[in-house]
């Protein structure tokens, strides 16, 4: 390949973090970075111009992406006004207990006005925001149309310097550059190379936990003229454990609804308008076959197919080189049933700046010195932070038919979870604890606490477990080498 050494190392400037993929996670990871440093972000997708439709690196977008509450705070904190600038733009603000309708089970939960406010619009529009809000911050700079094909080292692969890209268009198309880093972050999602490229620089691969979900989804989009639902913007179903079956609405920018419908562990739902409506009709949610019926179809819909939840345990690593560290679906990727991923890498953003203060503080204002402290301390940091949404996620899908019996302690958690969402029902706060710790505002152990135990206890609603079976290979861990 032929090469050319542009963007030198600045040694009397500000440090510069490269972070690696410029999506919700890379630009959120440039907000928490750009006060102390400069920040080039690259991506093989033009960056230059407004986005206004799905990008190719980001097929995914094309689903229904809900914002939980979780998320929605931390991207404010990080992006101040950001939450108003995406309702100027169409996005809809929604009560996540009172302007939803939520069916667990088979029946509907408890629906009352409530603080907790989800954003509800198009990923492509959430990200046109934040990618217009991020580029506007000192100091940061995007780099489209740039594919990243490696790290670079020092002499003794012992830290990470740079990063080795080929424009993809311009003069200089197919010729290999190094951008240089004082710290490089991997933010290119779940396609992420960088375990692998520590094997090929000596270092231990990361295990990896891996909880099969198999998951074939199907979502259109709907125009509503006729305000079909008025006070609903959300409708959720959970899967039915026994048919693994699920699905979900949600009103987005433009007077448009996005519905989508999931399959577990089979084929994907069927796209085409009379079958997808049919599976629709088969979900214990009628106002979402009303809804399917009475607005007009926006184009033909997409399918997409998921196959686990996946999670790499860097912070589990006795050795990793200096000056790296990753962020966003890179470090773990959640069945997107759950609506996570965009939380997940809002938070693990929101606690790389924190930790970035504490290290600048630490260190007296010596910033380069700061990176080198948050790229050792981050992976852990970041473990605590994934630990919430992944029990969420990976918890219920290992309650799923044809995988392993879980071990006793879980069994009767899972049961006591059963509790609460029948206690749910009819409990308004068990109702909102329990929204709390699914939007990951708390923690799951935030529902033993005495007060929420002592109502779910004490009520009388109580439904038979899930059945479980057995099939070990649905859940994994693969050992470092
Ligand atoms: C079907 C589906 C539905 C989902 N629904 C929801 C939802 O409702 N709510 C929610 O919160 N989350 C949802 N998610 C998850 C969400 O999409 C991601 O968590 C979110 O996009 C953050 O991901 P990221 O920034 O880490 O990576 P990504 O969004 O995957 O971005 C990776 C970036 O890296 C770039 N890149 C990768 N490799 C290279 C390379 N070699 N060279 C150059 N550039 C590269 C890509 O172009 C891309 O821009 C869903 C996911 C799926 C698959």
Known sequence: MPQSATHPARPSARPRVVILGASLAGLLTAAALSRHTDVVLVDRDPLDEELTSPRRGVPQSRHTHGLLVSGSRAMEALLPGLLDEVVARGAILGDVIGGSQWVMRGAPMLSFPSTLIGVLCTRTLLESQVRRRVRSLPGVELLGEHDIVALVTDDASRRVVGA????????????????????VVDATGRGSRLSRWFAELGYDLPE???????VGYATRVFHDERGVLDGTDVIVVSTDPQTGRSGAAARIEGGRWTVTVAQANGA??????????????????????RLVRACQPDGTGEVYRFPSSRWVRYERLRRRPLG??????AVCSFNPVYGQGMSSASLQAAAVRDLVEECVAARGGDVRAALDDLASRAPAVQARVVSAPWALATGPDRRLPGMPRKPLPERLLDRYVDRVI?????????TVAFMEVLN????????LAPGIARRVLGARAHRAPVQQCVAPELVRTTAPR
């Open 422 to 430: 029948e206690v749910a029902r009819h409990d308004a706060p068990v």
């Open 324 to 329: 790296v560290l990753a962020v966003g679906d």
């Open 164 to 183: 080795r890209l080929v424009p993809r268009t311009g003069p200089d198309a197919g010729i290999e550059t190094v951008l240089a880093a004082d710290l």
């Open 440 to 447: 990951l505002l708390r923690p799951p152990q935030s529902l």
């Open 268 to 289: 994907a739902p069927p796209i085409d308008l009379p079958e997808f409506t049919a599976f629709v009709d088969s979900l214990p949610a009628p106002e979402l076959g």
């Open 208 to 214: 990896v936990t891996e909880v099969a979900a198999s």
